[in-house]
């Protein structure tokens, strides 16, 4: 089984929609991340949590919100979708002795 | 801030020929440095690192040296083949503070054809 699993895989959705980005991980570490990949642009951070209590945001925040249910869970809402949210998008964990982030296989998002 | 450039692609090789990436950081402090892959419809995975300066990062044939004097890291591979095909990208972690933020180059897409 992967160690880091997103649902739903794929997903289209309209403009205006709220939609949820759900991550799991059985790697038992307590970071855990949100990335956005675009073509031509490599991955950018979207939010970042440490720990069940401590959220952060990233580089590109607005428009996104984030739910640390669990250490091992943490989920990425877009409130009201919007065209240029169109993208991949990635959720890592890392363990805070090493700097390795392990990443989960993606979920492509379309808003129309 | 810290930032990575990679060199852009796409790049495309015929099976057996050698590969060279090449990547260049500006970091404040001493980074660590990354090079992930990601395969087609995969997410990204380690391929190599290196921590400190002179470190040679090694995996699957591939190599990078950490270089600080002219702050590169260039991904290289004698013989490549049909498999390698992927998105390659850069990375570092800086190394001081908090080290949390990996800061990404753009990826360089590698075709390899038979």
């Known amino acids: 089984d992967a160690d880091v699993t997103q649902t739903p895989r794929n997903r289209i959705t309209k403009t205006g929609k709220r939609i949820m980005l759900e991550c799991s991980q059985t790697k038992g570490h307590d970071r855990m991340y949100w990335y956005r990949q675009d073509p031509g642009l490599g991955l950018r951070l979207i939010y970042y949590?440490?720990?069940?209590?401590?959220?952060n945001k990233g580089e590109i925040s607005d428009g996104y919100s984030v739910s640390r249910q669990a250490q091992a869970k943490f989920s990425l809402s877009l409130e009201s979708a919007i065209p240029n949210q169109t993208a991949l998008y990635f959720c890592?964990?890392?363990?805070?002795?090493?700097?390795?982030?392990?990443f989960g296989p993606g979920t492509r998002l379309t808003v129309t | 801030g810290d930032s990575v450039t990679q060199m852009e692609g796409p790049v495309t090789l015929s099976e057996e020929a050698f590969l060279t990436i090449n990547c260049t950081y500006t970091?404040?402090?001493?980074?660590?440095l990354f090079w992930y892959v990601q395969y087609p419809g995969e997410g990204l995975q380690l391929l190599l690192k290196?921590?400190?300066?002179?470190d040679k990062g090694s995996n699957k044939g591939f190599e990078a040296t950490y270089r600080k004097e002219t702050t590169s890291f260039h991904l290289e591979k004698g013989s490549v083949q049909v498999s390698d095909s992927a998105v390659y990208f850069c990375?570092?972690?800086?190394?001081?503070?908090?080290?949390?933020?990996?800061?990404f180059g753009k990826g360089t897409l590698l075709t390899v054809n038979p």
């Open positions: 949590s440490f720990d069940v209590k401590d959220i």
């Open positions: 290196a921590t400190k300066a002179d």
């Open positions: 970091a404040t402090g001493y980074p660590s």
């Open positions: 890592a964990t890392s363990d805070p002795d090493r700097w390795e982030q392990y």
């Open positions: 990375a570092l972690i800086y190394s001081g503070g908090s080290n949390y933020k990996l800061t």
